[in-house]
């Protein structure tokens, strides 16, 4: 025992949780087990598991209370932690933890067990070596070339840590270097086509000349079926006779009679509208056609800028979700929706509404106008239920006179950056050298201010020579050479040598690179470049001016939606699929919209200078015409997003109250408070569970019941292995139970079960409950009110993400003091988003390797 | 070390990082002619199937063990099989501790945290050190398919990688994602005249010549950490040297066509009839002896897409009653129906010496993950004579947690690998060997 005790020498840190981080000071970060744990290893553990008789070499006697100690000491631990979760140890002969202490030791293993991880993974600091991730190449090829690249080949960077920014997970296999080639070589080629810009036109369609004669046919089909269906009945209506008029047998006579009653109303009511005669209503029926307008292809040597025009009415008296415009593009089989707009003209007054794409080059795509869509078998399921309801199936919502598009209005791609590459060849320069000077300006452009080797230039220049040896023109000659310019570990890798051995800091030049690639997700353009090489960059104001008009640019979205999306972990939203038929307001529309609510959340905090408690709760919204229907918030007209105040009574407000939060928080069926509770706690409490146990057995206590969610969770609460974070996070999701899965309001809980869903019990909600740190709320309000006032722990939340986010490398614990020091500064102007990014940039380690 | 060596001086004298075929291009032309009839060599296959398993469907009962176990009903295609397969239990990674990678750790038992000042770290697993000693003679070393967007987080339950195969340096090894991409490198044979062929091997390596004046100007000016990263754009380099090298010996030797010939696969195939092209592609291969060494990274999601699931896989690896669990149930009756159908086919052709594929195969179906978030007891099915198990045998192993990784040094020792272990490996699994 005295042995053990000697490894207590360090205070205990009573007080757990990334809470304290903020009080207590980086100094104080340790993984060191409270020493009252030691009582319990005592009583249960040590008669085998001691110095003197270590069963199955394992030895808790001398093992060190401080989790970070060594890799050793944090994998025996790792095992006690498993033993205990999986029930094997204590062996069922031997004494048991009581359930109370079960779940002190487990919370407290556990949670430490993260942090010992984490300090054994620290690497003190070092940025590594960065990989221009995906995202990152292909905006950068596109800022070097003009065109945007395919790079559905290149493996998704997402996929292997928490951003995609993190240069140690951002890996290089030989396959991807080919890739690199192809990808190059494919896209300098397609700029060099997107040079021609085709005649521009206009084509007009008038969809009742498809559309009319295929009803006709469809009615005049139904209508024969079931006139063979009565005079087969007169017949006898037996199998015999079936044959004789055109059926298989009886049971198809009847399928037959069946399809007439289905369709028939709904095509005799669209042949009969008069609007008809002249254009077509988005009809929706199941087998005979989904009224969509289809423009003519657009082929690979099209690319440009397009106009879709559209004239047409909305039907008033059907709901407003169906009054939209759905403009969608399909290469192959693969549907790209690129937005929506509501159509408010009535049948007396249509209007003309006008859609913008852009067609890149190398694509061979199909444009189409239809009404908003569902997942899956949404849309058809939905028929069904409208047909039992109303007789004929979906409202039309929409009546379409005609549609055009017009172009190309404008070329596809940026002017200039093409005349970049390829610039105007001096008269008096010879090929050669013009080609030399091509090759050494885009290497010295593609490599952000890093001067390409002579050896490596010549390289390149004698496989220009070889190529145009062999008969090629100078532009193919060059795309050799330039495609290996952008295969290159120069151009692939953010190169920071410091150029300095003594010196950790970054050259100016390497400082503007960072920056850019932070912001933009793309290379510095040359205002910032120069004033890199220049050294400028780095005196403080000029970060400043230079920080802010980063912000300011367009390119900053892109800082924006990659950041957002991974810090809040957003991929959730598209990971389930919703049933039309159980959520029939949430659809593609509603779901694509509720990520770009998100984004658009953040983007007025920095435009507007907002406090960032808004996120929390805000007394405004910032939502198109989509999610205003779907919120019920009159007076928003327009697909744009913007700022509106929260009616009096609604819920929203703040990301707890968005469509987004409760989707992602759920299965697509039921919502889950786990999952909700879980996400609160990771990224507003900021004070993360530990990852979910493996190997804890399943609980199968309630399996088959109908149950509300919260008796279904109450098992969590049995077992001292759940118990010890469930507690912690399932009242949180209670407290949010009162969203459905697809974030609509409810006082009750419906539960469907039994065969095709076909039962259905009601359970009460209550949504009361308790937070970890004693603090209790009756409602969602309450609730939400508190985690409000949480707002430091969720700023100091939120500079953790964006340093792991913008130095590419884990938050580690050296990161401490930088993440207090940020905190600090941008407190007391209401923790501004842009102070955040400001005080980082500022920062030593933002501009030291 | 790298400032004394060229880069082709290493692949040279490097025995165990490259593996560079070593003949005289005389012999191995009539090797690959198949002039002599050889004894079959062993090839070697995974399949990784991602989220685990129906827990208490799956396995045969723990207590039935033997030979005259009772064969689970929901594997029931593969039961006709069952002389030539042998269910493992009790096989784990000491070290696996994420509950949502199926495939990550599963061919190396590596321990993600085992490197200080790391939050990932991984080693080489089985198929490539098979590979290694087994494809030397064949025109692709190994080879290694996947599915399109089963790398997406969450996705198919795999977690980080891009194939089931992990190098050397223990980084992600790529794989072919869809039959069409799998097919063309496989068997599409190029009519460009030998000369010309030569000629664009000359380019690509000067092409890699090119990128690594570059890149040795970049190792200069970088820390001993980066240069650390920067590795890997060597290794990547390399590898294509390698394969370069080999294709060098192979031109002019057309690849051979399956017999019976395998047409084209569509480009919208997608789930299990997916599943279904990649296990032929994977025969023919075998057939026309093009690799000896083959892992899948089987797709889940789509599969169960395909089959009619309303739910995403990892809404049905949550297993609870009703619809989830009835969809699991589903996937396992098809995994075990492709893998029954696989066999089939490896049965159904024939070797030079007139036995059949089978024979010599050494497959391995399974994944790191048993149900939800378990890591012990993976499922764990191999099958056919290629390591010179015994089969027909449903095996429990004693101690619960038991390496997984002695499986794959029974497999490594059972096709004459020279190695003395693997991973976390304890030893042979001597059951295997023991009829």
């Not at chain 1, 140690?168 to 060099?192: I, P, V």
């Not at chain 1, 507007?608 to 999610?627: A, F, G, M, Q, T």
């Amino acid at each position: 025992m005295t042995l053990l005790r000697r490894y207590l020498y360090l205070t205990t840190v009573a007080c757990f949780g990334t809470f304290a981080y903020a009080q207590n000071g980086a100094e104080s970060i340790n993984a060191i087990m409270p020493e009252k744990h030691f009582d319990i290893l005592e009583k249960y553990c040590l008669d085998c598991h001691d110095a003197a008789i270590e069963k199955g070499e394992v030895n808790l006697e001398d093992l060190s209370f401080d989790l970070g100690t060594d890799l050793q000491t944090a994998e025996t631990w790792q095992k006690v932690l498993n033993s205990l979760n999986t029930g094997e140890m204590p062996p069922e002969d031997k004494d048991q933890l009581t359930d109370e202490e079960k779940t002190v030791l487990l919370d407290d293993l556990s949670n430490h067990l993260v942090t010992a991880r984490k300090i054994l993974s620290d690497n003190g600091g070092e940025v590594t070596l960065r990989r221009l991730n995906r995202r990152e190449y292909a905006n950068t090829l596109e800022e070097l070339i003009g065109v945007r690249p395919d790079i559905t080949n290149l493996p998704d960077d997402q996929a292997n840590a928490k951003f995609d920014t993190l240069g140690a997970s951002l890996f290089f296999s030989s396959d991807q270097l080919e890739q690199y080639l192809n990808t190059a070589r494919r896209t300098l080629e397609l700029a060099t086509l997107a040079q021609k810009t085709p005649e521009p036109g206009i084509t007009r369609i008038e969809p009742e000349k498809e559309y009319n004669p295929h009803y006709l046919k469809v009615a005049g089909d139904l209508l024969d079926r079931a006139q063979r269906y009565y005079a087969w009945e007169l017949a006898g209506g037996t199998d015999d006779v079936a044959k004789a008029h055109g059926f298989l047998d009886g049971w198809q006579a009847g399928r037959q009679l069946n399809s007439f009653h289905e369709y028939y109303p709904q095509v005799s009511k669209y042949l009969a509208a008069p609007e008809n005669k002249t254009g077509a209503a988005f009809m929706l029926t199941i087998k005979e056609g989904f009224t969509q307008i289809k423009l003519p292809v657009l082929q690979w040597n099209q690319s440009g800028k397009y106009i879709i025009r559209v004239r047409a009415s909305a039907y008033e008296d059907d709901p407003d979700r169906f009054r939209y415009l759905e403009f969608t593009r399909k290469v192959d089989q693969n549907a790209e929706r690129l937005g929506w707009r509501k159509v408010s003209g009535s049948l007396r007054k249509p209007q003309v509404i006008e859609f913008e794409i852009d067609h890149p080059p190398g694509l061979k795509a199909n444009y189409m106008v239809h009404k908003r869509t569902h997942e899956d078998r949404g849309d058809k399921n939905l028929w069904t239920e409208f047909r039992k309801e109303n007789g004929y199936g979906t409202p039309w919502g929409i009546w379409v006179d005609w549609v055009e598009i017009e172009g190309p209005i404008a070329p596809g791609i940026e002017p200039g950056r093409y005349e970049n590459v390829y610039f105007d060849k001096p008269a008096d320069q010879s090929a050669p050298d013009y080609a030399r000077d091509v090759i050494r300006r885009f290497a010295e452009r593609a490599f952000r201010g890093e001067t390409p080797s002579p050896e490596f230039l010549d390289h390149l220049y004698s496989r220009y020579d070889e190529a145009v040896a062999e008969g090629a023109n100078l532009k193919q000659a060059l795309i050799d050479p330039l495609s290996i310019i952008l295969s290159s570990p120069s151009f692939l890798y953010m190169v920071e040598s410091t150029g300095n051995e003594d010196s950790e800091l970054l050259t100016g030049t390497e400082l503007a690179v960072r920056l850019a690639f932070f912001l933009w997700s793309a290379p510095p353009d040359d205002e910032l470049l120069s004033l890199g090489k220049s050294g400028k960059l780095s005196q403080p104001e000029m970060l400043t001016a230079q920080t802010q008009r980063l912000l300011s640019d367009p390119r900053s979205e892109r800082f924006v939606e990659s950041f957002v999306h991974q810090w809040l972990e957003m991929h959730r939203l598209g990971m389930f699929a919703f049933s039309g038929r159980q959520f029939p307001y949430f659809d593609n529309a509603v779901r694509d919209s509720a990520r770009d609510e998100i984004f658009q959340m953040v983007r007025t905090l920095m435009d507007e200078k907002l406090p960032l408690r808004n996120l929390l709760k805000s007394d405004y919204l910032v939502i198109n015409d989509v999610l205003a229907d779907y919120y019920e918030i009159e007076g928003v007209t327009g697909h744009e997003f913007r700022k509106v105040p929260v009616p009096k009574g609604s819920p929203r407000g703040g990301l707890l109250g968005t469509v987004a939060f409760a989707a992602m928080g759920s299965d697509g069926q039921r919502s889950s408070p786990v999952e909700r509770g879980a996400w609160v706690l990771r990224h507003l409490l900021n004070n993360p569970p530990p990852p979910a146990p493996p190997n804890v057995p399943q609980l199968s206590r309630l399996e088959g019941e109908v149950l509300g969610v919260r008796e279904l969770q109450k098992a969590h609460q049995e077992e001292a292995q759940c118990a010890q974070c469930h507690r912690k996070i399932d009242p949180i999701g209670y407290g949010l139970e009162n969203f459905d899965a697809a974030g609509l309001w409810r006082d009750m809980e419906i539960v469907k079960s039994g065969k095709k869903n076909k039962q259905q019990t009601s359970f009460e909600i209550d949504p009361s409950g308790k937070l970890s740190n004693g603090t209790t709320f009756d409602d969602y309000y309450q609730l939400r009110d508190r985690i409000a006032d949480e707002v430091d722990n969720f700023a100091y939340g939120l500079t953790e993400a964006l340093i792991t986010y913008g130095l590419g490398r884990p938050f580690g614990f050296t990161d401490h003091t930088l993440a207090e020091e940020i905190v600090v500064k941008t407190k007391p102007g209401g923790y501004q988003f842009n102070e955040f990014i400001h005080a980082l940039v500022q920062s030593k380690p933002f501009q030291t390797k | 070390m790298k400032k004394h060596f060229t880069r082709r001086g290493i692949l040279r004298s490097s025995s165990t990082l490259l593996a560079l075929p070593f003949m005289e291009s005389i012999g191995f032309r009539k090797f690959a002619s198949a002039t002599q009839v050889v004894a079959p060599p062993p090839r070697m296959v995974y399949l990784g199937m991602g989220f685990g398993v129906t827990a208490d469907k799956w396995f045969p009962e723990r207590e039935d063990t033997g030979s005259n176990y009772t064969f689970p009903k929901i594997l029931k295609p593969l039961e006709k099989h069952r002389d030539g397969l042998t269910f493992i239990q009790n096989l784990m990674h000491q070290h696996s501790q994420d509950g949502h990678s199926g495939s990550t750790f599963w061919l190396t038992g590596a321990n993600r945290y085992a490197v200080p000042g790391q939050s990932f770290h991984n080693s080489v697993s089985v198929d490539q050190v098979a590979a290694e000693h087994l494809g030397d003679e064949t025109r692709f070393t190994s080879i290694q398919l996947c599915a399109k967007g089963n790398s997406n987080s969450g996705g198919d339950g795999h977690g980080p990688g891009l194939s089931l195969a992990w190098n050397r340096l223990g980084k992600p090894v790529s794989g072919l994602d869809t039959p069409i991409a799998a097919f063309h490198r496989l068997f599409s044979n190029d009519d460009t005249p030998l000369e010309k062929l030569q000629a664009q091997l000359k380019k690509q390596r000067s092409v890699l010549d090119t990128v690594m004046a570059d890149a040795k100007s970049v190792q200069r000016k970088l820390s001993k950490s980066d240069n650390e990263k920067l590795d890997e754009y060597f290794q990547s380099v390399r590898e294509i040297e390698v394969r370069l090298a080999k294709e060098e010996k192979w031109l002019g030797v057309e690849k051979k066509k399956p017999n019976p010939p395998i047409d084209e696969p569509g480009e919208s195939l997608v789930g299990y009839p997916e599943m279904g092209i990649m296990a032929d592609l994977m025969v023919a291969a075998m057939q026309v002896d093009a690799t000896r060494v083959l892992t899948y990274r089987m797709p889940v999601d789509t599969v169960i897409a395909s089959l009619g699931a309303g739910i995403s896989a990892h809404t049905m690896s949550h297993y609870s009653h009703g619809e989830r669990r009835d969809v699991s149930e589903m996937r396992d009756l098809h995994n075990a129906k492709f893998l029954s159908s696989f066999i089939d086919k490896l049965k159904a052709s024939k070797e030079p010496d007139g036995s059949s594929l089978f024979d010599h195969s050494c497959l391995t179906m399974g994944t790191n993950l048993f149900s939800v978030h378990t890591l012990r007891n993976c499922p764990t099915l191999v099958a056919g004579g290629g390591a010179g198990f015994q089969h027909g045998r449903h095996l429990v192993m004693d101690d619960e947690k038991t390496p997984l990784c002695n499986l794959w040094y029974s497999q490594l020792k059972g096709i004459g690998a020279d190695v003395d272990s693997f991973g976390d490996s304890t030893g042979v699994i001597n059951e295997l060997f023991e009829a």
